[in-house]
């Protein structure tokens, strides 16, 4: 009988059993949910500086066309402004954005030249685009001015 008592005190109940393997269980899905997050951020933040990079390679190039010729770059804009898809560097394409013309198969850029009188011109460019989270975008206003 003594032999039976002891043998019951040195192995684990199943309740135990079942107590440990939940408490892994739930560890081991709280580090995935965070390894999932943490990877979904990471994601966002390089689309994010990506964006604001097309944003600044736009902004750059606009002021070297200011520089070769005011009188063409404010044409390019109306009062009310003019819309532009800036996925290629050039006036060619003017309205919005197709889908055959994403930037990396994700990126939009499209900008919006406003006169706000005879010598000064407002940009906006706004670069967005969509991920598993919904639809982001990044924007930049400049002004830039004849003299």
């Known amino acids: ?13 199943l309740v135990e059993v079942v107590v440990a393997v939940s408490i892994t269980a739930l560890i081991i899905v709280a580090l ?36 070769i010729g005011w009188s063409q770059l404010f044409s390019n804009g109306s ?25 990396d198969e994700k990126f939009v850029r499209e900008g919006v030249l406003r006169q706000e009188d005879e010598d000064k011109l407002e940009i906006t460019v706004i670069t967005s685009w969509r991920d598993p989270a919904g639809q982001h975008s990044e924007t930049i206003s400049t002004y830039l001015t004849k003299y």
Do not use: D, H
Not at 42 to 50: A, E, G, L
Not at 79 to 103: A, D, K, M, V
């Open 1 to 13: 009988m003594e032999r039976l008592i002891n043998w019951k005190k040195q192995g684990q109940s």
């Open 32 to 67: 995935l949910i965070g390894a999932v997050i943490g990877i979904r951020n990471v994601q966002f933040s390089r689309n994010q500086s990506q964006a604001m990079e097309l944003n600044r390679e736009v902004a750059e190039w606009l002021r070297t066309e200011k520089k």
């Open 79 to 103: 009062p009310s402004g003019e819309s532009y898809c800036f996925n290629f560097l050039n006036f060619n394409n003017q309205g919005n954005c197709t889908e055959s013309e994403l930037i």
